[in-house]
């Protein structure tokens, strides 16, 4: 699967790529492809012999349809449902800034990290933090979006100290699965 024309900007106009847990992204398709092989030779694989192909096959797990070669079910994301979903956390208690720091980690390489909304480009972030007593930007945040199954800012997410059980459609890696399973 690959975007509909190999010169297309994805959304949002960044480039994104993960690998067991790394991330990379960038505004130009050069440069990403040049972090990508960067990601493959320090985790000691074989970079690929076309890097930028790799990174339209990752991304298009979460373009909205009509992007990629092929239907990826993605629909674009209702901004008011995801702030609405998102308010609903502000009252909540804050988690402990390692806590907040260790579950964005796992959210920038969720393939449910949703790029369909930037939150940072968007000042949808400084909204989340402005309400988010005490809580401060962490450079996660630049590249933590929506939360898929969750249909909230993940920012917001990761800084409630309890956000509930995990909705359907939440991967096994996900952060509030832990200690949810069997």
């Known amino acids: 699967m690959r975007f509909q024309s190999r010169h297309a900007t994805p959304p949002g ?19 990403i492809c040049l972090l990508v092989k960067d990601l493959y030779r320090k ?17 298009c797990k979460s373009m909205p349809d009509g992007f990629c070669t092929e239907p990826t079910g993605m629909t ?9 979903r998102t308010r609903a956390l502000f009252r909540l208690p804050i988690a402990e800034p390692v806590v907040i720091r260790e579950r964005l980690h ?30 401060t930007r962490i450079p996660a945040d630049e590249f933590a979006y929506v939360c898929g199954p969750a249909q909230v800012f993940v920012s917001a997410l990761v800084t ?22 069997n």
């Open 13 to 31: 106009g960044v480039y994104f790529f993960a690998l067991d847990g790394d991330f990379v992204e960038s505004r130009s398709s050069a440069t």
């Open 43 to 59: 985790q000691g694989r074989q970079p690929p012999f076309d890097p930028l192909s790799v990174v339209m096959t990752h991304m």
């Open 76 to 84: 674009g994301a209702n901004v008011s449902t995801i702030k609405e």
């Open 106 to 135: 796992v959210c920038l390489a969720c393939p449910e990290n949703s790029r369909s909304v930037c939150p940072a480009c968007s000042g949808l972030l400084d909204w989340v933090l402005s309400h988010m007593s005490s809580r």
């Open 160 to 181: 409630a100290e309890d956000p509930g059980p995990p909705p359907d459609g939440c991967p096994e890696t996900c952060w509030r699965c832990y200690g949810k399973r």
